[in-house]
């Protein structure tokens, strides 16, 4: 029974690029999200936060003005993060591959 509750704790945390774009951007992501595919979330004026602990292959976050910092624990193999306005990276930020 433990085993049942943990995956689908695991489970409900996974969501699709575009379900999270939509989470994301309303507000409503909650922390430690699994995104799967790659996450564009690129001119998006109304993007402030991220949610802490998200994961995914691919985050885009280019020409994003509002968003001045990165979340705690983030994790992605490419992150794009040009004409940003971030200010500092945090020091558990994991990018595998590239980070522009």
Do not use: W
């Amino acid at each position: 029974m433990v085993a049942t509750l943990e995956l689908r704790s695991v489970m409900s945390s996974t969501y699709t690029a575009e379900t999270a774009k939509k989470l994301i951007l309303g507000g409503d992501a909650p922390n430690g999200m699994h995104v799967t595919g790659n996450l564009n979330l690129s001119g998006s004026k109304r993007l402030r936060r991220l949610p802490d602990d998200l994961t995914c292959a691919s985050l885009d976050i280019s020409d994003c003005d509002a968003l001045t910092e990165l979340p705690r624990g983030l994790r992605c193999q490419y992150l794009n993060a040009q004409n940003s306005r971030l200010t500092t990276l945090p020091a558990d930020l994991s990018v595998k591959f590239r980070l522009d």
